[in-house]
Structure formats: C-alpha cells, structure tokens
C-alpha cells in the first residue's frame, strides 16, 4: 500500500502541491528567526501555487488515492492563491503583534508550522481520490485551524478555540459515519476493500447502489461537512473562530477553509445525482443554504466587533453558495463557482483592511472606529470598496455572480427567488451602515501610519474588479464545463 | 453467517449501547471516568470479536488501541486532571437525568427505525451492527449536550468516537486506511483537548465551560 502511495507521489505537480507545504511545515517549526520563516512561508506558497498553476496545462493520470479532476483544479488554485497572498499579508502583520507583545517567536514558529500543515491537509483534501483519505484530511485541517485560532491563549480565543474544536469534531463525527455508509452501500457492487472507497469508482457505479443507504449517508455527510462549511444551525463556532485568532486565520478559514468543506458536500451531491433512485440532494442545499442567508443577514445588524460582523457576513455568502450549488443547472452552478471565488477573494480582501484596522486602532470594537477615509484615506477607501463588493454592488464581480443566481432562481422557482432578495437586500442594509459607521465622519483613536503593506488587499480588490467588468473567454468557458459536471 | 457469531457481535454491540446510557446518568466525575473505561472495553471486545469472525486480524490493531489507550490511558490520565482541578464533585447536567434518559430511549429508537430499514439488502450482522453504532453516536452527542463540564463533553466526545470504530469495523473489509485514521485521529484529538484543558485550567483556575461563558467577546 505505501509503494502505491509513493509511486503515486512521483507524479510532479501533485506530489509538489503536498511536498511542498509538508517539507515547509517541519523546516518552519524548526527554523529560529522570525523574518527568515515569515520569507520562507510566503515563498513556500508561491510555489505550492505555481505548481497548481501546472495542473491547468498538464494532467497527470488518476491514482488509487489521489487524482485531478476538472472539479478540484478550480478548488486548489484558487486555495493555493489565497494561500499565498495571505501568507504576505501575515508576514507584515505578525511583526506588527510581535512588537506589541501578542506573540512571541515561539508562538510565531509555531504558527508558521500550522499554517504550512494547513495548506498541505487543504491540498490533500482536494486531491483525495478516497473518501476515507479526504475525511482524514479535512480533520487535520480542521486542527490546525484550531490550534492556530487558541494561538493567543486570551480568555477569548481559548472559549473561541474549544467552542470550534467540539462543534467541528462532532461535525466530522456525523461525517464519517456517513463516508462508512457510503462504502456500505458501494460495497455489494464494487466488492469489499479499497476500490469501495475510491472516488472514481464509486461514482462510475454509483447507479447500482443502494439507495436508501446513500440518503441516510448524505444526510450525514451534509450535517457533517455542512458544519465545516457554515451553515446554520451548526455554525456557532465560526464567528468566534473568525474574531479571536489573529486576522490572517480569519482571512484563510473564510477565504479557503470554507470551501473545501464545501467541495466535500459538492462531491457526494454528484454521487447522489449519479443514483436514479436516491432522493435529490439539491433541495436539502437549498433549505439550508436559504436558512443560513437569511439568519446571518439578521445577526450582522446587532454585531460590535468588527471581525465578528464580517465572520456572519461569511455565513451569508456560504449559503447563498450553498444555495446556487443546491439548485444546479449549468447557470446555478455557474454562478455559484463563481460567486464563491468572489467570495474568497474579497472576504480574504476585508480581513486584510481590518487587519491593518485593528492593528492601527488597537481594537476590534465597531463603535471605537469612526472616520477611517479621514484618517487613513487608502486604508479606509480599501476597506469601503471591499464593503461594497461584498455588498453586491455594480461594477464588481460580486454583483455579476448575485445578479446571475438571482435571475436563474426567478426562472424556476419565483417564491425562493423572493425569499433570496429579501435576505441580500437585509445584509446589504446591514453593511452599507456599519460601513458608513466606521469609515465616514470624526476621525477616532489612533491616527498612526500603516506600516505594513497594502500589496495583498489590493490585488485581491483589483481581481474583483476585473472580473465584474470582463471575465475572459477561458474562464468562462472552463468554469461552463465544471458546472455541467456539477450537474 | 453462524448463528453463535450473530449473537455474539449482537451482544457486545448491545451491551456499549447500554454502557451508553450508564454514561448518561453519572452524576460524579470518577464514576463517570469509569464508565467510559469499561465503554472501551466493552468496545475492544466488540472489535475483537469481529476481527475473529471476518477473519481479519488486521482488526486486532483497532481493538488493542481502543483497549490500551481509551480503556487504560486515557481514563487514567484525565483522572488525574480530575483530581489536579479539583472538579471531583458532582457533575452540572442541563436538565434532570429522568427527561435525559427518555431523550436517550427515543434516539435509540429512531436511529433503530432509520438503520434497519435503510439497510434492509445488507447482512444483518452489519445491519445491526450500524444501527448500534448510530445509537451510541447520538448518545455521545446527547451527553455533550446535557453536560455543562468540560471534561464531561470531552467523555461524551470520545464515546462517539466508540460509536463511529463500531460502525467502522463492523463493515466488513473497510479498508485499514481509515480504522488506523480513526484510532489516530483520537490520539491527536485527545492531545489537543489535553493541552486546551491544562490552558484553561491555567487561565481560568476551571473548566467549567458555563463561567467561559462569561468571557465571551460581544457581552461587554
């Protein structure tokens, strides 16, 4: 099994996209000094995103264990180029806390291990051919992130650490007791052992499953991963995860965490879809994708705590994804590949302006930030554009992918279409008067210069841009084939 | 399938839904640590067992862990941050043990009506087998819930993990990838839990989740 294993790790690409963060992740924890691992980290995930970069021109074949599909491509370069550009904005951030005294560079040693561990479980969840081996992956993302949210050790971020820790546990639980059920009903048709769990050949036969089995299972696969996701009621854990470890987590659990949780669910839907006989998972998805909008739409107007207030605005878009995933269609789908990587880039994009935020003003308190275009005029015009492209306003690349969800969704279902508005026009309420809240009027605290650099949130602002005025042909049409897969 | 290896796998599977519920009604800490020893015990047996009737010694590896870490270590080491904490009185519950043990009836019943008709083309030592698995899970979860102390969730959490090798070993010929994932990812997941409880102990002198409460960023 371990000769399989490595054979398949001589594939190139695929073997770098886990070589390299994994080989970084123990240099990292060795290492002493803090600006040489914060340079290696970034440079670390450059190449991780390079060689995800390769996987668009060559695709190497499918392995018993991992594989490249056109599905997971879209997952890993988009997790790989989040990776990185956070990774830079980190390396100026945390000198920032080390200077106040927040960390220490043990601390750092460690946070720079956990991150590049985090990027290695991301990569082997999406490139996981076994469900059994995407499970294990997603659990040890899951405790990086953990231990990554404790890393301040407040009575903040110690309550925030094990709130995530129990609910994430109990929703990986509920996950692989539905990756065992799954095996169990692929088991009398694939026969016993290994093939039972791999995914392509599950979903080459999943015709001949069980499918009384394979709804139990995607019930709890969908409570399970939906956790990871989000999704309401299963995601208290997320605002306190987002607002009590240092803001560069914030910006990976939102920009990319997330999404990998999502693509687990994303795969078993198409297992399902692939059984004639099987309920429909898309109306499940809808439910509670529709949920999650609408109460998270309703939390952001009573949050005082800025990266809490944004953390619910994450829960907002991961079910209107969740949502547009759940309708299907190649237009749903479409737009629901591309409202989520709107999504990650402009969430990673706000994390990074409060970031700088928060570091400037010595806190995250809503009403203890007024002012901030007076004050800080490119932060603060940085943090209002990131605002109203969250807020799915013309011309960025937000709007395109809400308008596109919204307009297929009156087409075949008026009533949900209504509820959906309804729920996008109470968080854009929401975030248009907290935004004016903080970034107009009497300059408030500290009117100190911005050290660190802007490179990050603006490249991120700029691709939203970009792609609300012109999506290239490719793209478009890369993006077509992956929601006619989605089914 | 023998009708004795039936009845023994049955048997055993039963008995951990019913050390299950022994879990739910302790009201002391040590008892309570007791309890989920001989949970694991009673779960190597049942590990062991199947290993014998599937023929798959590679299944022994699961059991002993099961045995040696969650029987043994586990149990030990957290008595010991029992006694260090000094939490060694009566357990806080949501709730009176009477609704919690009726709460408990009515998941073991639903996950029963669930598993066996969803299964009804499996082989019924499988069959039963999930549905036990089932009950235990919501079981673990159902102490999670009604448990105020962070130890106590930490019990209830690792009961689940028992329901979930249960299932895992009872389907037969899972490959070993995930049996020694699930073993693993328990040593991990108890380590982690480890070095949160020492730090809240540190930070806040309890581990009582409900006084974390207090702490929380938004109730200023």
Redesign the interface.
Known sequence: MSELLLSELAVQPVAALLLIPGVSAILLAVLPGYRLTARLNVLSTLLTFLASLSLLVARPEVGGYLFVDDLNVVFVVLGTFVGFTTSAFSASYIAHELEIGRLTTANLRFYHAMYQALMFAMNLALLANNIGLMWVAVELATLTTVLMVGIYRTHEALEAAWKYFILGSVGIALALFGTILVYMAARPVIGEGHDAMVWTELIDKARDFNPELLNVAFVFLMLGYGTKVGLAPLHAWLPDAHAEGPTPISAVLSGLLLNVALYAVLRFKMLLAANPDAISPGPLMVVLGLVSLIFAAFMLYRRRDIKRMFAYSSIEHMGLITFAFGMGGPLANFAGLLHMTMHSLTKSAIFFAVGHVAQVKGTQKLSEIRGLTESHPVLGWGLVTGVVAIAGLPPLGIFMSEFLIVSSTFAREPLLAVLLVFGLLVAFGALILRMSDIAFGKPTGSMAAVESSYVPLFAHLALVLAAGIYLPGPLVAWFQNVARLLG | MQPLALDVAHMLAGGLVLVSFMLLYQDRMFGLLNIFALHAVVLSLSIAWQAYVQNAPHLFIPGAIALILKGIIIPVALHRVVVKLGIHREIETVGGIGPTMLAGIGLVALSMV??L??????DPL?RQD?AF??SV?LLG?LM?VTRRN?VS?VVG?LS??NG?IL??TG????????EI??AF?VI??FI??GV?LF??RE??DTVD?QA??E????R?
């Open positions: 669930v598993m008709r969803a299964t009804a083309a499996a499988a999930l698995a089932l899970i979860l999670m962070a969730q959490f689940i993990e979930l299932a895992a389907a037969k010929g899972m490959p070993l990838v995930v994932s699930v990812s991990v997941a982690v839990i949160f730090r809240i930070r806040f989740l974390l409460d702490f929380r960023g938004e200023q």
